[in-house]
């Protein structure tokens, strides 16, 4: 069974007796930055002087300096700027900067696990890692349910890694709501996959084939968007509430026979048989090899593959059909490319 964390396990007086530099504020930036103050911690934010988010970070009433002087006041460093973007910044403006005893905190395995960033000897390194995005885990904070957070150990050279880590994770609303143990290896290799085969580059790919298919039998792109899309969220909703079962449970018994039926035609042995082949990409570092190649080169690839999923025709329906609805249209928060964090 897994090893699972509530506030009762964590002591949030470590974390109040340290300087927390948080490096990046982000999406994760702010939450932890925001959510670390609110819990009467000593936080100071790194960013690069002419950052955008240095004057948002100010206006929320913290202390902002430029990332070497945030990192040489850390007693916890945590590194929240882009995965693609620590190995630089950990060279050029963490390491030469950290005090000796310093533990450096992630919110995410990439850099370790893959070997991008070698943290030397003496300093722990622990990972906080929320499961949501920051603006969900600062939203539920304020709302004072936290959210789940899983952490980690990959080095302790205190001997207080763990108990700085569970305290870390209370400052943060984590272990209100349950935190649970894993490995830099683990967490690593299983947020990469969850994301590319299931949340994020399955579901979007389910939905584009289910749009296109309805499109391309001649019904009204509106139609397909309310089937295959905007109902999505009542049903992930239902599954997150009570699992599989309670979404079966909810929809018809039409809807139910029609998913026993018709779901593994979909979703059949070939699907599992590529979900196996885009694991071991990740295992063996296939996918952070290419990834980190084409970030270093420009990104082209990268952008090029945005800009035409951008492209995709339900992109327009949707913004169009939200347009429409009777409540406040969310799209404006993303559509320029920088979000209003
Ligand atoms: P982000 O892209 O939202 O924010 C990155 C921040 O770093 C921004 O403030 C940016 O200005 C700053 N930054 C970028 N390059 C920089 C540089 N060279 N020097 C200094 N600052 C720089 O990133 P994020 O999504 O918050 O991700 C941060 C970490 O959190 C990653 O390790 C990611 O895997 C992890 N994580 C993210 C989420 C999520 O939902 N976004 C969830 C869990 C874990
Ligand atoms: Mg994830």
Redo the contacts with the bound molecule.
């Keep these: 069974m897994a090893e699972i964390y509530y506030d009762n396990d964590a002591d949030l007086s470590l974390i109040r007796s340290k300087k927390v530099a948080i490096?990046?504020?982000?999406?994760?930036?702010?939450a932890h930055a925001l959510n670390l103050k609110d819990s009467g911690v000593d936080v100071v934010v790194?960013?690069?002087p002419g950052?955008?988010?240095w004057a948002k970070a100010e206006e929320a009433g913290l202390e902002v300096k430029d990332?070497p002087e945030a990192v040489a006041e850390g007693d916890v460093v945590m590194?929240?700027?882009?995965?693609q973007?620590?190995r630089?910044?950990y060279a050029e403006?963490i390491a030469p900067f950290l005090k000796p005893d310093a533990a450096l905190f992630?919110?995410?395995g990439?850099?370790i696990r893959f070997g991008y960033i070698d943290p030397g000897e003496g300093h722990d390194v622990c990972m906080v890692?929320?499961?949501?995005?920051?603006h969900k885990?600062r939203e539920a904070f304020l709302q004072g349910v936290g959210t789940p957070d899983v952490v980690a150990v990959e080095v302790d050279a205190s001997g207080e890694a763990w108990p700085l880590t569970l305290s870390y994770a209370k400052a943060l609303g984590g272990t209100k709501a349950g935190v649970i143990k894993t490995t830099f290896t683990e967490e690593t290799e299983t947020?990469l996959f969850g994301e590319q085969a299931v949340l994020c580059g399955g579901v979007s790919h389910l939905i584009q084939a289910g749009f296109e298919t309805l499109v391309e039998a001649g019904y009204q792109p509106e139609i397909a968007y309310f089937e295959v899309c905007h109902e999505l969220k009542q049903i992930v909703d239902l599954i997150n509430e009570g699992g599989i079962t309670k979404q079966r449970w909810s929809c018809s018994d039409t809807a139910e026979y029609g998913d026993y039926v018709s779901g593994p035609r979909v979703i059949g042995p070939q699907v599992k048989s590529a979900m196996k082949d885009v694991l071991s990409d990740i295992q063996d570092g296939t996918f952070a090899t290419r990834f980190i190649a084409d970030q270093d080169s420009g990104a082209l690839e990268f952008k090029a593959l945005r800009a035409e999923e951008e492209q995709h025709p339900i992109e327009k329906t949707g913004h169009f059909l939200r347009s429409k609805f009777g409540w406040t249209q969310q799209d404006d928060d993303y559509v320029d490319g920088s979000?209003a964090?």
Excluded: E, M, T, W
């Excluded at 590194?79 to 995965?83: G, K, N, T, Y």
């Design positions: 490096i990046g504020y982000g999406s994760q930036g702010h790194g960013l690069r950052s955008s988010s990332v590194i929240l700027v882009p995965d973007a620590q630089s910044v403006r992630f919110a995410h990439f850099n890692a929320p499961k949501g995005p920051g885990v947020d979000a964090r």
